[in-house]
């Protein structure tokens, strides 16, 4: 899979713009785990995820965290470039799920081309406008959803990524993923499971009855 | 005060997008209390606040609300023309907190320069990372402080706006800013007046001390 192919917008930038991204261009492969950008003191450059999965999610002073979006195959992160706006002020972690090939572009070149280029400038908007769909909806989650809910539509959509039902993961990882704690989410996994829902065994979820759990997540 | 002196990329657009923004230009008087704009259905195209205030919220199919942001003399409101770009997937409702001038510039007219102009393109793209700057201030608010602190910090911003320790404010309205329950902010607006914060009279909060209400809000 070539960069042309993956980036949008390719087609539409002159072939001056074009050589400028190949020339600045890192390929980057990273481990499930590691940490490659870490708030506003890095400006990494624009990511296109190539293959794997990343976890972009905020800090508290406590140590707290809140996932506020993943991204896949071929999404763009925007915020890890985040000093091409001055209007961009606040911190994000982000955080390889799986092992990630990806690709970097520089935050001078993407800023240079985006001044002079109306698609990429128009495409920048749309990625923005797409993360902020995104966070808008985690907001009315969190305000108007009980967590038992979100726990249900999370192990939905986990399982929907893993394309498994059994899932490995823990009850720490899940409260980190929706902002709570973990007492919190093992009380309701234990409810969930008592209704028959669920599984539990150590490090492992899993779901047993895929149509009581979606009753749930999706009301 | 006229629109050129306000609209900021004004002189970096040609003079046929000039008067292509000029020819579709609207004007328009709100009264205080009106909805503007009331979700998806709406696309009412660019707001740019010549005077007054608006206020953005989201509202849960309860009928609970929460501010999102307000936009005050020279604020742009991208959102209300959220046809102009289709990644924007939320709905939003915006209201005039006080009597309210505004120009209007049409969704097709914005939309159409955008795809042409780099400036105006990013000039929409640091609009909405100004925006989303906001609403992870919120998701931080939310998430990590404690009720009693955000509305001692509401209580103080409401100063600042105002420019009166005098608030004509009911418990209601600060509830649907906060997205909490009136009898939540009643209960905590009581105790805050018995440390001596705050005197609360029919439908008017007056802050007697600023030194202990800065103390909570802004820990």
């Known amino acids: 899979m070539e960069f042309q192919s993956c980036f949008p917008v390719w087609g539409n930038l002159s072939d001056v713009q074009q050589n400028h991204i190949l020339d600045s261009l890192i390929s980057r492969e990273i481990k499930a785990g590691t940490v490659i950008h870490n708030g506003s003191a890095d400006c990494t450059g624009l990511l296109l995820v190539r293959s794997g999965q990343l976890r972009v999610y905020i800090l508290s002073e406590e140590g707290r965290e809140i996932t506020i979006y993943r991204l896949f195959?071929?999404?763009?992160?925007?915020?890890?470039?985040?000093?091409?706006?001055?209007?961009?002020?606040?911190?994000?972690?982000?955080?390889?799920?799986?092992?990630?090939?990806?690709?970097?572009?520089?935050?001078?070149?993407?800023?240079q081309i985006m001044a002079e280029s109306a698609p990429l400038s128009n495409f920048t908007n749309e990625v923005m406008a797409a993360?902020?769909?995104?966070?808008?909806?985690l907001i009315e989650q969190i305000m108007?959803?009980?967590?038992?809910?979100?726990?249900?539509?999370?192990?939905?959509?986990?399982?929907?990524?893993?394309?498994?039902?059994?899932?490995?993961i823990t009850h720490e990882t899940i409260a980190k993923h929706l902002g709570t704690h973990r007492e919190v989410v093992t009380r309701i996994l234990r409810y969930l499971q008592s209704e028959g829902m669920i599984k539990l065994s150590r490090g492992v979820v899993e779901i047993t009855s895929r149509e009581k759990l979606t009753v749930i997540g999706n009301t």
């Open 144 to 168: 108007w959803k009980s967590m038992d809910k979100r726990i249900a539509a999370f192990l939905l959509e986990e399982s929907a990524i893993e394309g498994t039902d059994r899932l490995a």
């Open 73 to 111: 195959d071929r999404d763009i992160c925007l915020f890890s470039a985040s000093c091409i706006m001055r209007s961009i002020q606040f911190d994000i972690t982000i955080e390889a799920e799986k092992d990630t090939c990806l690709w970097v572009i520089p935050a001078e070149t993407y800023q």
């Open 131 to 137: 993360r902020f769909s995104e966070v808008m909806w």
